[in-house]
């Protein structure tokens, strides 16, 4: 069964310090889909990327980048200069491309509060 | 566009109570989901409708809980008799027809069972 692991519960940094958030996953698929979420204080899921299993490129989009290594079954997420609204809770997620059920369900990991102090 | 809605936000009520909640979807995601965030662990799957169909439905803990998508569109989570274990914030999320796992996520409801 797939798995999630998000090991910072907890994190908080002073603004415009960099901040990298791990993610560990497991699966037994070669075939599969990881995800980051983010929860701000409205308490509303909002996604940040999907990621395909074939494509290790690292991607970057503002100041928000992710590394995804396989070798190492991790999808780490980097927030560069943060900034206070990037205060939130960020999920990491899996989904395996078929389940048997016919399903896309998502894994979540349980999450790490960022908070970003001014 | 709008995104997925969600009603009520908060709903408190007894241990044996019913409560209904309800999810719309964004416009034209024929897959709607479920999930389910109890107090301190991860955000779990609870099941996923294609149109109106329950295409899985594996996660759903069971028998008090009845999910609905009559004509596809909005759907319907119901807990009856509710317990103080189903206590949480349920999500819905939806996705589009070829992009099944890309799901849009909702605010949830929380819910407090006292």
């Known amino acids: 069964a797939q798995k999630v692991t998000q090991a910072q519960t907890e994190i908080s940094v002073v603004e415009k310090e960099d901040v990298t958030l791990d993610c560990v996953y497991e699966t037994r698929d070669t075939t599969y889909y990881l995800f980051w979420y983010k929860q701000p204080p409205s308490g509303e899921l909002v996604f940040l990327i999907r990621r395909n299993s074939f494509d290790e490129q690292n991607e970057i989009s503002g100041r928000y980048s992710w590394n995804f290594q396989k070798s190492t079954s991790s999808f780490n997420f980097t927030i560069t200069a943060s900034q206070v609204v990037d205060s939130a809770v960020y999920f990491c997620a899996l989904s395996e491309a078929y389940s048997g059920a016919g399903s896309y369900q998502l894994t979540f990991g349980k999450g790490t509060k960022l908070s970003v102090i001014p | 566009e709008a995104g997925v809605t969600q009603f009520p936000s908060h709903s408190v009520i007894e241990k044996g109570q019913t409560v209904t909640l309800r999810c719309d979807p964004i416009s034209g995601h024929d897959n709607l989901y479920w999930y389910r965030r109890v107090m301190g662990k991860e955000i779990k799957f609870l099941l996923h409708?294609?149109?109106?169909?329950?295409?899985?439905e594996s996660g759903m803990p069971n028998n008090r809980f009845l999910a609905e998508r009559t004509g596809g569109t909005y759907s319907t989570l119901k807990v009856q008799p509710a317990e103080l274990e189903d206590s949480g914030v349920y999500f819905c999320a939806s996705s589009q027809a070829g992009q099944e796992d890309t799901q849009y996520f909702g605010p949830g409801t929380r819910l407090t069972v006292l």
């Open positions: 409708f294609v149109k109106e169909s329950k295409q899985d």
